[in-house]
């Protein structure tokens, strides 16, 4: 099942992280990569490290460096680790790219975008974060070992530190009343979970 979590890794560069980057520069000229500056920076900074956690358990597990936790090794955990992993990735890229030019890396707080309700927008605010977790918890129940399981923690803060901290309040000074009323009535991750009131 290593070798099943690597080709997901390759997959998800390929197609959720270099694509958009490649698309978005097509369509504008722009690469759509916004560096971040004070909290934004260090929040920014905690996906790329949740990733490298949960890639170097990957490979360790690919080597035989590091013991699987027993009780998640089985075709039960396996089969779930597989539907997750390979349902996080085409929800990541259908979101980016139903969110067109207004997809970025990053915040730049004097950029305003078009705000995004259609596609998996219409049931979730944030599903590109929402398909990183499945993909991350896929990963984890496929080589469950101790860095993979501490990877996709890690992933659970960095997107819930992004959204609330970074993307919530940017989205709400950029579009007001209209956010705040589209936040009231979609979840944050989950259709109906954490909702903005």
């Known amino acids: 099942?290593?070798?099943?979590?690597?080709v997901v890794w390759i997959l998800y560069v390929a197609l959720a992280t270099v694509r958009p980057l490649v698309v978005m520069r097509r369509r504008t000229g722009d690469w759509g990569f916004r560096p971040s500056a004070g909290t934004a920076l260090v929040v920014a900074a905690l996906l790329p490290?949740?990733?490298?956690?949960?890639?170097?358990g990957t490979v360790l597990d690919l080597t035989g460096s590091l013991r699987?936790?027993?009780?998640?090794?089985?075709?039960?955990?396996?089969?779930?680790?597989?539907?997750?992993?390979?349902?996080?990735?085409?929800?990541?890229?259908?979101?980016?790219?139903?969110?067109?030019?207004?997809w970025r890396i990053g915040v730049d707080v004097d950029e305003r975008t078009?705000?995004?309700?259609?596609?998996?927008f219409r049931w979730i605010r944030n599903p590109i974060?929402?398909?990183?977790?499945?993909m991350a918890a896929g990963i984890a129940l496929l080589v469950p070992n101790a860095m993979t399981l501490a990877g996709f923690a890690l992933v659970l803060v960095a997107v819930?530190?992004?959204a609330r901290v970074v993307e919530e309040p940017h989205l709400l000074a950029g579009h007001g009343e209209s956010y705040r009323r589209y936040a009231a009535e979609r979840g944050r991750f989950v259709p109906g979970v954490g909702r903005l009131r």
């Not at 099942?1 to 690597?6: R, S, T």
């Not at 027993?70 to 075709?75: D, E, I, T």
């Not at 078009?114 to 998996?120: R, S, Y």
């Open 1 to 6: 099942m290593a070798v099943v979590a690597v």
């Open 49 to 56: 490290c949740a990733y490298a956690v949960l890639l170097v």
């Open 68 to 102: 699987r936790i027993a009780v998640l090794v089985g075709p039960v955990a396996q089969t779930v680790g597989v539907v997750l992993a390979v349902a996080g990735l085409p929800l990541i890229v259908v979101a980016q790219e139903t969110m067109g030019r207004s």
């Open 114 to 120: 078009d705000l995004v309700i259609a596609g998996p």
């Open 129 to 134: 974060y929402s398909g990183m977790v499945l």
């Open 160 to 162: 819930e530190l992004q």
